[in-house]
């Protein structure tokens, strides 16, 4: 029973580099969320997805793109990374979008941008 | 912002104490969540309270909904060393926003 299981787990880019972040979960969960935490600032929600071919913007989601490619799985590609982008990943699930559900995350993806 | 906010930042006890945390929120909530962080780990869900619940139990862990305050608290009791970690509050909105959390110390 994996859970949500985020691929690398630590990555190190160069300014202006692109990378994607890999999340797939087991659960069948419907919902799959990004967040990034930062010290100080608690997590805050960069993209999610309802359901499966559905994604929407959170809180800041500039600088991020997203992909639910399927049920399980749910990406999120930096473009053209920035310092400001440092910061450790997180992805999420949950059994449906709505707050009565609790959210299973994955272990994280610490990401140095330089 | 409707994010949480957890008070105290940082509480240190002895093993066996009990450990008590609270989190403010500024808007109306449907639910309210607590979830426990590890150190270099993902969030765990601990437990979810409703808002027309006052106080839900499990095991070791008490929480307790104040809506008229847009308050919640955490109350663990016996601690052990291996609750030593940080807690965050989640208040929803259309998503959740968590707070910076609560680093918790228990002493052995």
Redesign the interface.
């Known amino acids: 029973n994996a859970g ?1 299981t985020q691929t690398p787990k630590f990555q190190v880019l160069k300014t202006g580099q692109s990378m994607t972040l890999q999340c797939a979960q087991d659960m069948n969960h419907n919902s799959m969320y990004w ?1 990034r935490q930062d010290p ?6 960069i993209y ?1 997805s309802a359901s499966e071919g559905t994604t929407d913007k ?2 800041v989601p500039n600088g991020y793109n997203v992909s639910r490619l399927n049920k399980r799985e749910f990406s999120l590609r930096l473009e053209s990374a920035a310092p400001s982008q440092t910061s450790v990943y ?1 992805c ?1 699930s949950s059994e449906a979008h709505g ?2 559900y ?7 993806t610490r990401l140095t941008v330089v | 912002s409707q994010q949480g906010e957890e008070d105290p930042q940082a509480l240190s006890i002895q093993e066996g104490e009990n450990a008590t945390m609270n989190c403010s929120y500024k808007t109306s909530i449907n639910n309210l969540q607590w979830y426990r962080q590890n150190s270099g780990r993902g969030l765990v869900h601990l437990i979810l309270i409703r808002s027309n619940e006052r106080e839900k139990h499990s095991g070791r862990l008490r929480v307790t909904l104040d809506t008229s305050k847009k308050s919640s608290s955490l109350l663990i009791t016996a601690s052990r060393a291996a609750d030593t970690a940080s807690y965050f509050c989640a208040t929803d909105g259309n998503q959740f926003y968590f707070g910076t959390g609560t680093s918790l110390t228990v002493i052995p």
């Not at chain 1, 100080?40 to 929600?45: A, D, E, P, V």
């Open positions: 949500v967040y100080g600032m608690g997590l805050r929600l999610y959170g809180e997180f999420a707050t009565g609790g959210y299973t995350f994955g272990s994280g």
